[in-house]
């Protein structure tokens, strides 16, 4: 697999399917994230070693690794519980807002400009958060615990966005050895709260393991491999693979179906992200539309 592109496309396409892994491990969230941190760190640190990866580091750069770290642990927690109270297909849509709360974090703590254009594209993503929800459709999975699942994918996409820009400052250190470092401080922050006593059947450990070692280890290894060659157009296209995969999960495997209203709000929330990304202007498309029939009138 030499293609960079199809490289990050595996990585999206595995990655969806994490929803799967949570429900069929059996496990509460706060277990699930201590041992995916567990798997994803050892399957990540050998990733590391066998390239002599570890022999220079900063200790700045491991502090800020470790404060993500510990950020990325109540971002999948979050977002973990957030699939059982409304569903995965719903809560993974929602937690793709993501970008914006990037956006908003950057210019509330990095004072970064944020241009009209861009708060167009940022209502309008809400927007379609609202209708990707579920809240205005009839018979939404989750009931009256919708509007937690909810509210907590919106927690989770918001600790990522922090996540991100952490990230940022971190400079002369190979994305491999930081994300090692969050795992590893995941997985000793969550040490304690895990329960030891009640284990799963061997059945739930393949899907344990495999979160961790599969769609966390070389997952984040075909994406490190592929991101240096790729243009961001490619990376923005491609990473919208994480959410349809997990749609299509979430129908085939659980049988949850979402509305016209969910499809179009999920539509909504990628063209925006895309809009914002790329400086696509609504005004621009409409005066191009405009145009032709304009001159068809003249003549």
Not at 7 to 22: E, H, N, P, R, Y
Not at 92 to 117: D, N
Request: aromatic share 12%; with cysteine.
């Amino acid at each position: 697999m030499q293609s960079p592109s199809l490289q990050l496309a595996v990585a999206m396409a595995l990655s969806g399917t994490i929803g799967v892994f949570v429900v069929q491990s059996t496990l509460d969230p706060i277990n699930f994230v201590f041992w995916r941190c567990t798997f994803g760190a050892m399957s990540l640190g050998i990733w590391c070693l066998s390239r002599g990866l570890f022999s220079h580091f900063h200790t700045r750069n491991i502090i800020a690794a470790m404060a993500c770290g510990a950020l990325i642990v109540c971002s999948w927690v979050l977002f973990f519980t957030a699939y059982g109270l409304t569903s995965i297909a719903t809560a993974t849509i929602i937690y793709h807002i993501q970008p914006f709360f990037i956006i908003i974090s950057g210019a509330l703590f990095l004072k970064e400009k944020v241009t009209r254009l861009q708060i167009s594209w940022i209502i309008a993503a809400f927007i379609g958060v609202a209708l990707s929800s579920g809240l205005l459709s009839k018979g939404m999975p989750g009931g009256d615990h919708a509007l937690i699942g909810v509210t907590l994918a919106l927690l989770a996409a918001a600790a990522y966005a922090l996540i991100t820009l952490i990230t940022k400052g971190i400079r002369n250190q190979r994305a491999e050895i930081t994300t090692f470092w969050q795992l590893a401080t995941g997985a000793v922050l969550l040490a304690p709260f895990a329960n030891y006593s009640h284990l799963p059947g061997w059945s739930a450990w393949g899907w344990i393991v495999g979160a961790g070692v599969i769609l966390t280890g070389l997952c984040y290894a075909l994406m490190f491999k592929a991101y240096p060659h790729l243009s961001t157009a490619t990376i923005s296209s491609l990473t919208f693979i994480y959410p349809l995969v997990a749609i299509l999960c979430d129908n085939l495997v659980y049988g949850h179906r979402l509305t016209v209203v969910q499809y179009i709000g999920a539509t909504l929330i990628a063209v925006s992200t895309l809009g914002a990304r790329f400086g696509w202007s609504i005004p621009r498309i409409a005066a191009l539309w405009a145009g032709p029939r304009e001159d068809l009138d003249a003549g």
